[in-house]
């Protein structure tokens, strides 16, 4: 059996907490008077909260100092803090679970690489924490995605080779870093966002085992 490496995103690939970043955006736009609407919040998919915040100060001609910056940031993730205290299993996305069983059954090495600071309390909440065997999220690398670093280091605490690591990714940067990086990208969503990626499916529910046994051989 060849032994693979897994590697997922989090937000908008297991759960899609990416709801709960537009409103925690949307409430901090609406403060500054910044109409803020689910096409603009397309644009800080795969993006650092950082870039996030700048892209919204843009959208509305804002000039602000760093202090400003500073304090925004601090309330855009205490908001979204709060709506994740009540998740659960519930919030997984359809066909997640499945896959991940399968790949366990497999015994394939499973990653998480996400930019996410909270990875692990949402790996937590939703009760699928066991199934990784190593998780890279954003407290662990200093590029963000299209630099390939967090599905690097993912391949590497797994002690696979890049060329043998397949990547899930709902982002056009995360696509982007998994081609760059040399692995298989496969993009979870519209392929015409996504075109980038060598495998495109609509969600998990419609990925079945025999796509998976093609990745492993």
Avoid at 109 to 121: F, V
Wanted: proline share 2%.
């Amino acid at each position: 059996m060849n032994k693979k490496a897994f590697i997922f995103d989090l937000d908008g690939v297991i759960v899609d907490t990416a709801k709960y970043h537009f409103l925690a955006w949307q409430k901090i736009a609406k403060s500054l008077n910044i109409n803020f609407t689910h096409e603009h919040n397309e644009l800080l998919k795969g993006v650092s909260r950082v870039r996030s915040l700048d892209i919204i100060l843009e959208l509305g001609n804002v000039q602000a100092s760093q202090d400003d910056k500073d304090k925004w940031l601090i309330q855009k993730n205490e908001d979204y803090l709060t709506y994740l205290v009540d998740m659960d299993e519930s919030e997984i996305l359809p066909g997640v679970f499945k896959i991940l069983q399968l790949l366990k059954e497999k015994n394939q090495a499973i990653a998480l690489g996400s930019a996410s600071k909270n990875a692990r309390p949402i790996l937590e909440k939703t009760g699928i924490l066991s199934y990784f065997d190593v998780i890279v999220d954003g407290n662990d690398v200093t590029n963000a995605k299209p630099d390939p670093e967090v599905f690097l280091k993912a391949a590497q605490l797994l002690q696979i080779d890049p060329k043998n690591a397949i990547v899930f990714e709902d982002s056009v940067a995360g696509v982007q870093a998994a081609n760059v990086g040399e692995m298989v990208s496969v993009g979870i969503g519209e392929k015409t966002i996504l075109h980038e990626a060598q495998y495109i499916f609509k969600d998990f529910t419609v990925i079945d085992e025999s796509f998976i046994e093609k990745l492993i051989n």
